[in-house]
């Protein structure tokens, strides 16, 4: 049982509170007000002049699939060896010794949405995970069914098209094999219980997309993408997060008018690639004032997950309101998630994911000082 006293406390739940205390018990928050008293029993933690945020999340990474210092040993982020891998699981590849992983728990970041990459128009399943390290990867995983990874745009027709000259070739043949598959997984989820049916783990994972338990995940940086993914979505009355969403801004109103989230980024990066030429840093900012849904993402090891909050930051130098900034990497992000109800904020009841920062986290010299993880405190130092 933990008592932080004396800190600036976003909770973002309205106001930052002055001079706060934060109760912890039992791996939840129990109390958090400016005129609270600490029972007997509790530990007290003196943070006067320090802020305590949420713990940050990373919306999509690839942490532990694609290990950091590892070059080719550490890629099982993409199985490359057919275009329709929808049985892949990341659980299965996850690394938790990945020195990406303890960075970003050392930076503040205590969530990730770990996925698939991009090589596959449909790829395999995604994770959410903590940070703070474990043994195994299964002690980290809160949940193991986060969604379908599909891709849409360069990626799938680079990697198979021109790598390994078969389908896709074309944009036309992406959305043909993701709708295909779908298609295949209607007639599969009918024939269940019927005499010619035969278990499928590729078909399951679609079946769970098409029953609405766990969201279609697409990788969509183009504008015209994005369109052909929501089109998609809509045929088969799926539930859609669009990832990446480089040119989202440019179908804003569509997105909002949907209501389809976005999980943007990474931002910090150069035009590397063709449908990137039009990557804008005002991208957040517009997001924000057409009402659409979204949130930050580092696309680690594209960017480091440890270094998120920074990427939020810039975003306010283009105009996005710096209480905005902070929601797209804490509460809107446990929200597109769905973990809106135990993620992202300080609350009673709520995960004891918490931060103490030096200073306000978008400023470059704030670090964080202590970070826990279901109440579990540690003291961390900035290593180079």
Same mark, same amino acid.
């Given at each position: 049982?933990?008592?932080?006293?004396?800190?600036?406390?976003?909770?973002?739940?309205?106001?930052?509170?002055?001079?706060?205390?934060?109760?912890?018990?039992?791996?939840?928050?129990?109390?958090?007000?400016?005129?609270?008293?600490?029972?007997?029993?509790?530990?007290?933690?003196?943070?006067?002049?320090?802020?305590?945020?949420?713990?940050?999340?990373?919306?999509?990474?690839?942490?532990?699939?694609?290990?950091?210092?590892?070059?080719?040993?550490?890629?099982?982020?993409?199985?490359?060896?057919?275009?329709?891998?929808?049985?892949?699981?990341?659980?299965?590849?996850?690394?938790?010794?990945?020195?990406?992983?303890?960075?970003?728990?050392?930076?503040?970041?205590?969530?990730?949405?770990?996925?698939?990459?991009?090589?596959?128009?449909?790829?395999?399943?995604?994770?959410?995970?903590?940070?703070?390290?474990?043994?195994?990867?299964?002690?980290?995983?809160?949940?193991?069914?986060?969604?379908?990874?599909?891709?849409?745009?360069?990626?799938?027709?680079?990697?198979?098209?021109?790598?390994?000259?078969?389908?896709?070739?074309?944009?036309?043949?992406?959305?043909?094999?993701?709708?295909?598959?779908?298609?295949?997984?209607k007639q599969y989820s009918k024939k269940q219980g019927k005499e010619d049916w035969q278990f499928d783990l590729g078909m399951e994972a679609v079946a769970r997309v098409l029953?609405?338990?766990?969201?279609?995940?697409?990788?969509?940086?183009?504008?015209?993408?994005?369109?052909?993914?929501?089109?998609?979505?809509?045929?088969?009355?799926?539930?859609?997060?669009?990832?990446?969403?480089?040119?989202?801004?440019?179908?804003?109103?569509?997105?909002?008018?949907?209501?389809? *989230? /976005? &999980?943007?980024?990474?931002? +910090?990066?150069?035009? #590397?690639? $063709?449908?990137?030429?039009?990557?804008?840093?005002?991208?957040?900012?517009?997001?924000?004032?057409?009402?659409?849904?979204?949130?930050?993402?580092?696309?680690? *090891? /594209? &960017?480091?997950?440890?270094? +998120?909050?920074?990427? #939020?930051? $810039?975003?306010?130098?283009?105009?996005?309101?710096?209480?905005?900034?902070?929601?797209?990497?804490?509460?809107?992000?446990?929200?597109?998630?769905?973990?809106?109800?135990?993620?992202?904020r300080i609350a009673p009841g709520y995960d004891a994911d918490l931060v103490v920062w030096s200073g306000h986290p978008f400023h470059l010299s704030s670090r964080?000082?202590?970070?826990?993880?279901?109440?579990?405190?540690?003291?961390?130092?900035?290593?180079?």
């Amino acid at each position: 049982m933990i008592a932080l006293i004396g800190a600036k406390v976003f909770t973002m739940n309205g106001d930052p509170m002055e001079d706060a205390t934060i109760l912890v018990k039992e791996g939840k928050v129990l109390a958090v007000g400016c005129h609270i008293g600490v029972p007997d029993g509790f530990r007290c933690i003196d943070v006067a002049d320090k802020i305590i945020t949420p713990g940050i999340i990373d919306a999509h990474t690839h942490l532990g699939v694609y290990g950091e210092g590892m070059a080719w040993a550490g890629e099982d982020v993409n199985e490359k060896s057919d275009p329709v891998t929808p049985g892949m699981h990341t659980l299965d590849a996850i690394n938790p010794a990945d020195i990406g992983i303890n960075e970003a728990y050392r930076g503040g970041i205590t969530t990730v949405m770990i996925a698939p990459g991009s090589a596959n128009p449909v790829g395999g399943q995604c994770v959410i995970a903590k940070t703070k390290p474990k043994p195994t990867a299964d002690e980290m995983v809160i949940c193991k069914q986060a969604g379908l990874k599909v891709a849409f745009g360069e990626n799938p027709r680079r990697c198979h098209g021109i790598d390994q000259k078969r389908a896709p070739v074309t944009r036309m043949a992406t959305a043909n094999l993701i709708r295909e598959t779908f298609y295949k997984a209607k007639q599969y989820s009918k024939k269940q219980g019927k005499e010619d049916w035969q278990f499928d783990l590729g078909m399951e994972a679609v079946a769970r997309v098409l029953r609405r338990e766990m969201p279609l995940r697409a990788h969509a940086h183009r504008a015209d993408d994005i369109i052909t993914a929501i089109r998609i979505a809509k045929e088969f009355d799926l539930d859609i997060i669009i990832e990446h969403a480089t040119e989202s801004y440019l179908v804003a109103e569509v997105l909002a008018k949907e209501n389809v *989230p /976005v &999980i943007l980024g990474p931002t +910090l990066t150069t035009r #590397a690639k $063709l449908e990137l030429k039009d990557k804008s840093m005002a991208a957040p900012a517009a997001l924000y004032q057409n009402g659409v849904s979204f949130a930050m993402m580092s696309d680690h *090891p /594209v &960017i480091p997950s440890c270094f +998120l909050p920074v990427y #939020a930051g $810039l975003a306010t130098r283009f105009g996005l309101p710096e209480e905005i900034g902070l929601q797209m990497i804490t509460a809107e992000a446990a929200k597109i998630l769905g973990y809106a109800e135990r993620l992202g904020r300080i609350a009673p009841g709520y995960d004891a994911d918490l931060v103490v920062w030096s200073g306000h986290p978008f400023h470059l010299s704030s670090r964080p000082e202590l970070v826990m993880v279901d109440g579990a405190l540690e003291s961390v130092t900035t290593e180079a």
